[in-house]
């Protein structure tokens, strides 16, 4: 039986269990219910990479399998260096044991290397490293740049916007700007976004807005990108050396820092969110009671969807009575990050109206608009 339609057949008995008596057509439907329920971010082929292995190798296939394995642990461990670690450096000398796939381009400069991301992230269990898994928060940025001279500009998806027009002058800044951000998101695995700067977005956020770090209308602004993270930040060009100040909106939190080149304050962003929603070491018990699960479909979604998250192992229902389902979870790592990934998703959400949440359990609801 393969691991989906164990997974369905765990669904359908779950239903029975709570819903006795109804009808079976009603159970194969839910049974039947899909696995692509909405989530949060989750980052492409997290243990795919592509690399260039160093040319003067004599076995280019090691070289690149060695690379790509010190490149999929800064992205799953959020140690930028793995080789100053040395429990990090058993696992890529040992690289071979866990890869999936190679393939080597035609010119063999570039090669793509799959991993097997169970016997990884085994591995890294056994040693106490951290694993941060797919599920990853969607960050929405907010660049403004400002080249002196009157050149002032906003980066967006399409290019850099002045406040009434294309900045031409700014034109090949902002490419490299889009390039590194696109280098650093690649490889620290995460999901970036610009905003289109179309009417919509003009109308609400100004380059003074940005850059005043008037954070209201940005945060306005935002909204229609259903992102879980905001990044503003304020790149002054010098030729003498450039200055970055960079703002992070997470919920009620704002975090801050400045440093002298765009990487370096991405770069703060992924250690921050690694800190954040990695796990380490075996697992733990979690309890969660879910309202608001009144139908076939209302069920089916919860439960596909938490089926689906790499933070937990296994989830089995405990109990249901008037659309309270109460399950038992196996999360790796503690509650507090399993709770940091949950509020990532477009599904569940904390339940704050009652009283204070008591240790390893959480009190959710399904989210408002998620069954769409």
Do not use: C, K
């Not at 359908?12 to 057509?25: D, F, K, T, V």
């Not at 866990?98 to 040693?127: K, M, N, T």
């Not at 109308?203 to 770090?213: E, I, L, R």
């Amino acid at each position: 039986m393969t691991g989906s339609t164990t997974a369905r057949a765990a669904r359908a008995r779950a239903a029975r269990r709570i819903l006795e008596g109804a009808a079976l057509a009603w159970l194969v439907a839910l049974a039947l219910v899909g696995a692509g329920t909405a989530r949060g971010a989750v980052f492409p082929d997290l243990y795919t990479l592509t690399v260039t292995p160093d040319p003067e190798a004599t076995d280019t296939r090691q070289a690149a399998i060695d690379l790509a394995m010190r490149r999929l642990l800064v992205r799953i461990t959020g140690v930028r260096d793995p080789d100053s670690d040395p429990a990090l450096r058993t696992l890529i000398e040992d690289a071979s044991r866990y890869v999936a796939s190679v393939a080597l381009g035609i010119d063999r400069e570039r090669a793509r290397v799959e991993f097997y991301p169970a016997q990884v992230e085994r591995a890294l269990g056994a040693l106490q490293r951290p694993v941060w898994g797919p599920e990853r928060p969607l960050t929405l940025l907010w660049i403004a740049v400002d080249g002196g001279d009157g050149e002032r500009a906003l980066l967006g998806a399409d290019g850099a916007h002045g406040d009434f027009g294309p900045a031409i002058g700014l034109a090949e800044e902002a490419a490299a700007i889009r390039a590194e951000i696109d280098r650093v998101a690649d490889e620290r695995g995460l999901p970036l976004a610009l905003p289109l700067l179309d009417l919509e977005d003009l109308a609400g956020v100004t380059f003074a807005d940005v850059w005043g770090g008037f954070v209201e209308p940005v945060r306005a602004a935002s909204s229609r990108y259903g992102a879980d993270a905001i990044l503003i930040g304020r790149v002054r060009l010098n030729p003498f050396g450039n200055s970055v100040q960079w703002t992070l909106l997470r919920g009620d939190e704002r975090r801050s820092f400045a440093g002298t080149d765009v990487a370096e304050g991405l770069h703060w962003v992924a250690d921050t969110f690694a800190r954040d929603f990695s796990v380490i070491g075996g697992a733990s018990t979690v309890r969660l009671v879910v309202r608001g699960v009144t139908s076939f479909a209302d069920y089916g979604r919860v439960m596909s969807y938490l089926e689906s998250l790499s933070a937990l192992q296994s989830v089995d229902v405990e109990a249901y009575e008037n659309g309270l389902l109460s399950l038992r979870a196996s999360a790796r790592g503690d509650v507090d990050v399993l709770e940091r990934v949950l509020g990532l998703g477009r599904v569940l959400e904390l339940d704050r109206s009652g009283s204070q949440r008591t240790d390893n359990t959480l009190v959710l609801r399904i989210a408002r608009g998620s069954e769409r």
